[in-house]
């Protein structure tokens, strides 16, 4: 919504080329404009956050996952 978008690009604007930003999210990239909405807010945004950004993709099974089943291999 309009308050949480104003929110996330008063943070960014405020640390932009001033310090870090570490974002975690399940959000594929692909989907993060959609996601933000109002195109122009979006855009600015991610052209702040993407600009000299290192991006770490996960892939596999979670950690969560992965411990659910060897509990219940050994039970």
């Known amino acids: 919504d309009d308050p949480a978008r104003n929110a996330l690009m008063d943070i960014v604007e405020q640390k932009y080329d001033k310090t870090s930003i570490i974002i975690a999210a399940q ?6 404009h959609e ?4 195109g122009t807010i979006a855009d600015a945004i991610l052209d ?3 600009h000299s950004s290192h991006r770490i993709e996960l892939t596999g099974e979670s ?3 992965n411990k659910m089943k060897k509990t219940q291999i050994n039970s």
């Not at 959000?27 to 993060?32: A, L, S």
Request: charge should be positive.
């Open 63 to 65: 950690m969560r996952k």
């Open 35 to 38: 996601t933000i909405g109002e």
């Open 48 to 50: 702040r956050m993407v």
């Open 27 to 32: 959000i594929p990239v692909k989907n993060w």
